[in-house]
């Protein structure tokens, strides 16, 4: 009997204990490898920028952190589509998170060097990682019902909330395992990172079953590539990539600067990572509301609701000075925006795409939301040192109109 009960556990039949579908298992897997692996991003993330200045002596270097985390992220997201079409969605993103995990280790010994290079070579297969995280949204609704897509999603995405929200928090006790270890105070949460990305490469391969792609793999003769995905690219389906890709620009622009800001306004590494736990909580904890948005209200106008969350936490943020209180509510609705405008654009790519080249279309969103990215954490750097933060804030928010024009140009200002 224990044996027919592991063998139902595991097969792609509907017939666990507990009554649960194999998308809800799927769901399940997918939430708890995000927490784990949400750990490892926040840690990395709060001193990402704060590590490039230390080494470097350079403010103007510090969004290069985050810069080179999103190539990463990018150069991965195609090959991690193509790897989830030939072995499944359950290597792709078990592969992702183990090289995340490599990055975050070469990131400690680039701060032991006290080396630009390694650690920003360190921070791309970190950003891997990243990859990882946003492809296991797609691999929720690998198998969802058409109308419950946005919330399969955002369940997924609110998964990370806990990881990333503590992850931030962890800099003072990731400092002090760093003087355990003989190690640079900076380099303590990136051994967290490394840890917690482990965990999750392994998680992903034990409890990803049944396969979410196993019935659209086995349709393929060959696989589509980006060229066959291009043609795709129109109506709903260019919106959605449009929005996730210009609100992550906003988001990461502006997120990736914060700590430097405050930093040069006397703040505390603890008070630092309390406000970019908060915006994390931002980011994932109210999720499934945008997801229940998406589905009832319309992805159109979940996103215009995102992008007015984005240009106030904008003015906050970039008004704020010295004041703590009021940098942490603009990241607060950093987060809230971009939640809502990725989540609902991601809703439209995939309910908007052909099943046959669906995961390439989603890794063409990807690619272009982790270039989108990579540019921004350049330029904010640049732009901070030259002009200062208000002046970021003031061009992040030019990114918007592009998202506004293209969803009140395709109509998709209307209910689902």
């Known amino acids: 009997m224990a044996r027919l009960f592991l063998r139902a556990r595991w097969d792609n039949r509907d017939v666990s204990s507990s ?3 194999i998308h809800h298992r799927i769901v399940g897997a997918l939430s708890l490898t995000q927490i784990i692996g949400g750990l490892g991003n926040g840690a990395g993330l709060a001193v990402g920028a ?3 200045e230390d080494i470097s002596g350079s403010a103007s270097l510090a969004g290069l952190a985050v810069t080179f985390m999103m190539i990463g992220a990018a150069t991965v997201t195609v090959p991690l589509s193509n790897l989830a079409l030939r072995y499944g969605r359950r290597v792709a993103l078990g592969v992702g998170w183990a090289l995340g995990s490599v990055g975050a280790g070469l ?5 032991v060097l006290e080396s630009v290079p390694v650690v920003l070579l360190a921070f791309a297969l970190f950003g891997v990682s990243s990859a990882a ?3 296991s949204r797609f691999a ?3 198998r969802a019902e058409p109308a419950s897509v946005a919330r399969s999603i955002s369940i997924v995405v609110w998964s990370t909330t806990v990881g990333a929200v503590v992850g931030p928090n962890l800099t003072g006790p990731g400092a002090e395992l760093a003087a355990v270890l003989s190690l640079p105070a900076l380099a303590g949460p990136m051994v967290i990172s490394a840890a917690s990305f482990a965990l999750a490469s392994l998680s992903t391969w034990l409890l990803l079953r049944p396969e979410p792609l196993t019935n659209l793999a086995t349709t393929h003769s060959v696989r589509p590539t980006i060229k066959d995905a291009l043609p795709h690219v129109r109506g709903d389906v260019a919106v959605g990539i449009i929005s ?3 609100s992550h620009v906003v988001m990461v622009s502006v997120m990736a600067l914060t700590p430097v800001h405050m930093k040069h306004h006397e703040a505390s590494l603890s008070i630092i990572g309390l406000t ?5 909580a931002g980011m994932y904890a109210a999720s499934p509301v945008f997801g229940w948005l998406s589905d009832r209200w319309g992805a159109g106008r979940t996103i215009v609701l995102g992008q007015g969350l984005l240009a106030l936490a904008c003015l906050l943020a970039g008004t704020a000075g010295d004041s703590t209180m009021q940098i942490t509510a603009g990241l607060i609705l950093l987060g809230l925006g971009w939640s809502a405008a990725v989540i609902s654009g991601a809703a439209l790519v995939t309910s908007s795409s052909d099943t046959d080249v669906r995961p390439i279309v989603q890794g063409l969103s990807d690619l272009m939301m982790n270039v989108g990215g990579a540019m921004g954490g350049l330029l904010a750097g640049v732009i901070v040192w030259a002009w200062g933060f208000g002046t970021l804030t003031a061009i992040a928010c030019l990114a918007l109109v592009p998202v506004l024009l293209a969803v009140f140009k395709s109509g998709s200002v209307r209910p689902n």
């Open 140 to 142: 929720a609704a690998d």
């Open 276 to 280: 970019i736990s908060l915006h994390i």
């Open 107 to 111: 990131a400690v010994l680039g701060a």
């Open 50 to 52: 704060l590590l490039i």
């Open 244 to 246: 996730i890709t210009m």
């Open 19 to 21: 009554g649960m579908s």
């Open 133 to 135: 995280n946003l492809q």
